[in-house]
T-cell receptor
Framework: AQSVSQHNHHVILSEAASLELGCNYSYGGTVNLFWYVQYPGQHLQLLLKYFSGDPLVKGIKGFEAEFIKSKFSFNLRKPSVQWSDTAEYFCAVNADSGYALNFGKGTSLLVTP | GAVVSQHPSWVICKSGTSVKIECRSLDFQATTMFWYRQFPKQSLMLMATSNEGSKATYEQGVEKDKFLINHASLTLSTLTVTSAHPEDSSFYIC????????????FGDGTRLSIL
């Protein structure tokens, strides 16, 4: 069955610490990969996406993610987090032939001053 | 940029009533819209895919008679929760597929539904 797994459910970091959130997927065939962020009280926003090409994808607000096909992974990284990065982060996948997104369970990130 | 407007943002109603939630694409046309449901501390689960001018496609386990979807125009899809019960209380989010844009989907702000 198709699935998306996010390993860290809750992460607490101090400002300036480095961040890596794991995401693994179980899909057959070509996939499109996404990371979304949901700030408290706000709607989902796209951080970055991977369709094809360079597996290292750079997104907004200093985030990046690396697609490693052999590991079925698409981990999100940021070298130095800020307090304003406190939010819920969702990894999502869809198959090349469709557009509905399959979301991971999300990771709640709290950045302390 | 492309915006999706969802209304209402919060609704509280009595058990047994029906509630309609609207999802509008404000500056682009969306032949396809998606309805998701998000339980507290959990992820978004796709409920149905709404296609303009045709019947919606429901995910397994989602009652089509309970969650009525209408996509009568290229900018509006509605979700009606019929005879709502407390277990229907949740956060409902719509998204619209943007075929011309750089992003695959644009999300609404969501509707928090509370059934008493």
């Amino acid at each position: 069955a198709q699935s998306v797994s996010q390993h860290n459910h809750h992460v607490i970091l101090s400002e300036a610490a480095s961040l890596e959130l794991g995401c693994n997927y179980s899909y057959g065939g070509t996939v499109n990969l996404f990371w979304y962020v949901q700030y408290p009280g706000q709607h989902l926003q796209l951080l970055l996406k991977y369709f094809s090409g360079d597996p290292l994808v750079k997104g907004i607000k200093g985030f990046e993610a690396e697609f490693i096909k052999s590991k079925f992974s698409f981990n999100l990284r940021k070298p130095s987090v800020q307090w304003s990065d406190t939010a819920e982060y969702f990894c999502a996948v869809n198959a090349d032939s469709g557009y509905a997104l399959n979301f991971g369970k999300g990771t709640s990130l709290l950045v302390t001053p | 940029g492309a915006v999706v407007s969802q209304h209402p943002s919060w609704v509280i109603c009595k058990s047994g009533t029906s509630v309609k939630i609207e999802c509008r694409s404000l500056d682009f046309q969306a032949t396809t819209m998606f309805w998701y449901r998000q339980f507290p501390k959990q992820s978004l689960m796709l409920m149905a895919t709404s296609n303009e001018g045709s019947k919606a496609t429901y995910e397994q386990g989602v009652e089509k008679d309970k969650f009525l979807i209408n996509h009568a125009s290229l900018t509006l899809s509605t979700l009606t929760v019929t005879s709502a019960h407390p277990e229907d209380s949740s956060f409902y989010i719509c998204s619209a597929r943007d075929e011309q844009g750089l992003q695959p989907q644009h999300f609404g702000d969501g509707t928090r539904l509370s059934i008493l």
